[in-house]
């Protein structure tokens, strides 16, 4: 078996505009997969509203597409009905931060075993570029036309918080990392998040100064920074830049957990 | 193992020509029939995991096809010549 087993080919080109990284993180999330050695049979894709959750549709599991901001919830249903399942969500940052926020929270505390991909574009691609909940204070979206105001939320922060056990980010620049949390998410029993930027050329990009796709990946590449290197600075009395993005493993541990398999 | 890309599923990102070490991937030229301009190959035959996945079994490098958000990056097993008989008519 390979990564292309588990697309459904016949549903391809998908319709993720070009350049969106929504389809690179799909690549790393089913390498993953593939990698533990899954079957796909017993592998059920759940997400909720948006463009990112759209991906489920692409993968050739049993899957549910939900409604918004309503995927962990039936996640959770899913895994209490039939522990033996392996579960992965996909989940916008409008659908897991803004509608969905309680579901999120809660999801963690309860620690339940399934592993939650969160394709952040700091914004709501699909309904056409409003701000969310993850839009960077001074971010342009149809909302807020002269820049976000508010403070965003640190998604991996509020997980680690609530109790997840295992919390990572990255960016779909990084592939290879990102594929390597996503598995040891997947390995990990309890709540397991991974929480990865992604370029939205068409919603979020053009209007932040991102003019090609590449502009913004490149900004990934550049503005991201090792949990463990921030840490180093920190000790130092050294400043991190705000605009930073700190990435890597920010938890790995044992808490108990609900719907392990037995 | 030959490089290809899938002109199907491509939409002209460019994402691949970024990433690549050898810098294979150069920007197209031309729209194609589609209207998306898909980059060109430079010498594919320098890819890592052309020349060396057969040697250790597994796939080398593969960044381009990680990073490719519309899964067109793909390599294909190199024909082997099938001897054919052919009647020969005088
Ligand atoms: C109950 C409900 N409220 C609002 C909407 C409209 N809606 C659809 S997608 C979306 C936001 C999507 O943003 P996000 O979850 O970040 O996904 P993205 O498209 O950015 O990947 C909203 C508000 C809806 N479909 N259902
Ligand atoms: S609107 Fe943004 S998130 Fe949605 S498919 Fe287009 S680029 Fe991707
Ligand atoms: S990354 Fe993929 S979709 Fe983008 S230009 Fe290259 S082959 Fe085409
Ligand atoms: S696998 Fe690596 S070396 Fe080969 S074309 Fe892709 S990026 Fe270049
Ligand atoms: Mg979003």
């Known amino acids: ?262 | 193992m030959r490089l290809q890309i899938d002109e199907r599923r491509c939409k002209g990102c460019n994402l691949c020509t970024l990433v690549c070490p050898y810098r294979i991937f150069k920007p197209g030229k031309r729209a194609n029939r589609r209207g998306i301009v898909v980059p060109e190959l430079d010498r594919p035959e320098r890819c890592a995991n052309c020349r060396l996945r057969h040697l250790y079994g597994r796939t080398l490098c593969g960044t381009c096809q990680m990073i490719c958000p519309d899964q067109a990056i793909s390599w294909k097993e190199d024909e082997e010549p099938v001897p054919k008989k052919v009647a020969i008519e005088y």
């Open chain 1, 1 to 262: 078996m390979s990564e292309e087993d588990w697309l459904r080919q016949d549903r391809l080109p998908h319709i993720f505009c070009a350049g969106c990284g929504n389809g690179t993180v799909i690549n790393c999330t089913l390498s993953a997969v593939e990698q533990i050695g899954w079957k796909r049979q017993e592998t059920v894709f759940v997400s909720g509203i948006g463009c990112s959750s759209r991906a489920p549709g692409y993968i050739s599991t049993d899957s549910l597409h939900t409604t918004h901001g309503r995927a962990l919830a039936f996640a959770t249903g899913i895994k209490l009905a039939n522990p033996q399942l392996n579960i992965v969500v996909f989940t916008g940052d409008g659908d897991l931060a803004a509608i969905g926020g309680n579901h999120f929270i809660h999801a963690c505390r309860r620690n339940i075993d399934l592993t939650v991909v969160c394709l952040n574009n700091m914004i709501y691609g699909m309904t056409g570029g409003q701000g969310s909940p993850t839009t960077p204070m001074g971010g342009l979206s149809t909302t807020t036309p002269y820049g976000s105001g508010e403070p965003a939320f640190d998604l991996c922060g509020l997980a680690t918080a609530a109790g997840a056990n295992y919390v990572a980010r990255w960016t779909s620049y990084h592939v290879r990392e990102l594929t390597r949390a996503i598995l040891t998410g997947l390995e990990n029993p309890g709540f397991s998040f991974i929480e990865s930027l992604v370029q939205c050329p068409t919603n979020y990009g053009r209007r932040n100064r991102f003019k090609q796709v590449a502009d913004q990946i490149e900004y990934f590449k550049s503005h991201t920074i090792l949990v463990e290197k921030a840490a180093r600075m920190k000790e130092k009395g050294e400043m991190i830049p705000p605009e930073m993005i700190l990435a890597g493993e920010f938890v790995r541990r044992n808490r108990p957990a609900l719907g392990v398999r037995p």
